[in-house]
Nanobody
Framework: QVQLVESGGGLVQAGGSLRLSCAASGSFRSVNNMGWYRQAPGKQREWVAQ???????NNADSVKGRFAISRDNAKNTVDLQMNSLTPEDTAVYYC??????????????WGQGTQVTVSS
């Protein structure tokens, strides 16, 4: 069984920074693309950033220049460094991972979410 566990959320003032981390654990062959999504109250979940196994990244326009995604393949972790936060960044943040299982199957897994609240 594969689990993704996020950490690092919290309350921060506008203009501040937070760093989210997500660790994949369990039995699997490898972790392919990893990413972050967020869901604000009353809104649909939206994609934030993605990183490939070889480190290629892509960010949503709303966070470009402010957020940076990174990963450690040896530890199966993915981080999201969030700078210049605004109240509009307030949301529950979820990590996800495309996991290649021992069985040969590939499944998408999600973390439980971590709350980020930015006060004005």
């Amino acid at each position: 069984q594969v689990q993704l566990v996020e950490s690092g959320g919290g309350l921060v003032q506008a203009g501040g920074s937070l760093r989210l981390s997500c660790a994949a654990s369990g039995s699997f062959r490898s972790v392919n693309n990893m990413g972050w999504y967020r869901q604000a109250p009353g809104k649909q979940r939206e994609w934030v950033a993605q990183i490939t196994p070889d480190g290629n990244t892509n960010n949503a326009d709303s966070v470009k220049g402010r957020f940076a995604i990174s990963r450690d393949n040896a530890k199966n972790t993915v981080d999201l460094q969030m700078n210049s936060l605004t109240p509009e960044d307030t949301a529950v943040y979820y990590c996800n991972a495309d996991v290649h299982l021992i069985s040969g199957a590939r499944l998408i897994y999600w973390g439980q979410g971590t709350q980020v609240t930015v006060s004005s």
